[in-house]
């Protein structure tokens, strides 16, 4: 394999020329050096270089299959609507059904071995962190600089910025919350990893997709899917609190979260077992 990880993702550094990255997305390269113990090389996905004939390129976390090109390996990658044209791969594993689902109705094999990869991250960084806050509010990058304004002066509130090249210090600030309402994806997939209750919200209409990601993600670990409740405005944290304490799928057994991670462990092809 040697010793660098020839890996993509969707990477605002690389792709849209900012200063940081989109936490969720940077996520996979943390992970993937976390797991492999070597360092990655971000490539593009659908382009070709020589070395794709001897040396694959991994696509991980992300919706960002229709990103892939056929020398690429998807380990928990998953689509961003419900009619995403992919190109053939080696699957290995997808991010939930629904997107192994529409990889069989374009004729690919793909098993049916479930996971975002961002499960794993307490596998891999577990620290102990202070509860200082009774409820974490992280908006879709898109919609930060609007919800921040909603709950500056909220002194239980933390809101969380995922633009970022810090996945550690992010992570801190996540389980710094007793209860997460997110409009982004993995503001909830990692608040469920460290068993912290977390709900979908949506803040606007400004997030890309059908939200089939969502959905994806939800039924992966055995969740309901649910239409997610609108906020145009702050809401009271004790009211917040109460309607995650309320809702049924604000958390995945610790059972299924294991199997998941144990699934994903199973067939990751770059795992050192050194490590």
Not at 15 to 34: M, S, T
Not at 35 to 48: D, E, H, M, P, T
Not at 74 to 80: D, E, K, P, T
Not at 228 to 241: G, K, T
Request: glycine share 6%; aromatic share 12%.
């Amino acid at each position: 394999m040697g010793q660098i990880i020839r890996l993509y993702w969707w990477s605002e550094i690389y792709i849209q020329k900012k200063k940081k990255e989109n936490y969720g997305d940077l996520l996979g390269k943390y992970l993937v050096e976390k797991i492999s113990g070597k360092k990655v090389q971000w490539l593009r996905a659908n382009k070709f270089y020589f070395k794709n004939l001897w040396q694959p390129v991994y696509v991980t976390i992300g919706s960002i299959l229709e990103h892939i090109g056929t020398h690429c390996t998807v380990w928990g990658s998953g689509i961003i609507s419900r009619d995403a044209q992919v190109a053939g791969a080696t699957f290995l594993a997808v991010r939930g059904p629904l997107s192994r689902k529409r990889l069989q109705e374009l004729n690919y094999n793909c098993p049916a071995v479930y996971g975002d990869p961002a499960l794993l991250l307490p596998l891999y960084y577990h620290p102990k962190i202070e509860k200082k806050y009774k409820l974490g509010i992280i908006p879709h990058i898109n919609d930060y600089e609007v919800v921040k304004e909603w709950y500056q002066n909220m002194e239980q509130v933390k809101v969380i910025h995922f633009r970022t090249n810090d996945v550690e210090q992010t992570t801190d600030e996540i389980l710094s919350c007793e209860y997460i309402l997110s409009s982004s994806l993995h503001g909830v997939i990692v608040a469920h990893a460290y068993q912290t209750p977390a709900v979908q919200v949506r803040f606007s209409n400004n997030i890309h997709g059908d939200g089939v990601k969502y959905h994806d993600y939800f039924l992966s670990v055995g969740l309901n899917t649910y239409t997610p409740m609108e906020l145009f405005e702050a809401q009271a944290v004790e009211e917040s609190i109460s309607y995650i304490k309320d809702h049924i799928d604000a958390l995945p057994s610790t059972s299924k979260i294991k199997q998941i991670q144990q699934g994903l462990l199973a067939v990751c092809p770059f795992k050192n077992t050194a490590i």
